[in-house]
Antibody
């Protein structure tokens, strides 16, 4: 059974940094693209970033380019999202998602950017 | 970027009756490999989204057959043949034909 267990969320001040982690199990992690999607409170879904199996390709939504970095460790079956220079508008539930086609989703983790 | 537009944004439905949601993309979602990467997601209240349909009409593992998808090019439809209470939630279309991946605004399905 596929599991995506997320950690690392919380409250951070504007301009601060946070790293989200996603521990994958139940499938061959190194065989899949991985994705981060976010959802602001009461709003719809927004794709944030994708990473290819070998990290050779990474894509970001324009609003996070230069501030967020997606990475992975295939040996640890883990996906990461390093978030720097956080803004109030980054406040959202962040989801770790398997593949570009969004087959499986983590439970989501709340990131709140506020002073 | 590809803009995804859903209608209606809210759909009150009677239990046991059909429901239909439309999704239109601002450009064709047909990719050069011959596939159209249009998916439908369901988000029940308080839960993460769940994949229902991929590549227009393919039901994902465990999805009941009362859910079906159709369409081509820029116009797509999700149909529920007989709505059940557990179908309440928000439905999103999503395109992954080109980056950035984009979602529709969401359609809230509720019971009358």
């Amino acid at each position: 059974e596929v599991h995506l267990v997320q950690s690392g969320g919380g409250l951070v001040q504007p301009g601060g940094s946070l790293t989200l982690s996603c521990a994958a199990s139940g499938f061959t992690f190194s065989a899949y693209w991985m994705t981060w999607v976010r959802q602001a409170p009461g709003k719809g879904l927004e794709w944030v970033a994708n990473i290819k199996q070998d990290e050779s390709e990474k894509y970001y939504v324009d609003s996070v380019k230069g501030r967020f970095t997606i990475s992975r460790d295939n040996a640890k079956n883990s996906l990461y999202l390093q978030m720097n220079s956080l803004r109030a508008e980054d406040t959202a539930v962040y989801y770790c998602v398997r593949s570009v086609t969004a087959e499986y989703w983590g439970q989501g983790i709340l990131v709140t950017v506020s002073s | 970027d590809v803009v995804m537009t859903q209608s209606p944004l809210s759909s009150p439905v009677t239990l046991g009756q059909p429901a239909s949601i439309s999704c239109r993309s601002s450009q064709s979602l047909l990719q050069s490999d011959g596939n159209t990467y249009l998916s439908w997601l369901q988000q029940r209240p308080g839960q993460p989204p769940r994949l229902l349909i991929y590549k227009i009409s393919n039901r994902f593992s465990g999805v009941p057959d009362r859910f079906s998808g159709s369409g081509a090019g820029t116009d797509f439809t999700l149909k529920i043949s007989r709505v059940e209470a557990e179908d309440v939630g928000v439905y999103y279309c999503m395109q992954v034909t080109q980056f950035p991946v984009t979602f529709g605004q969401g359609t809230k399905l509720e019971i009358k």
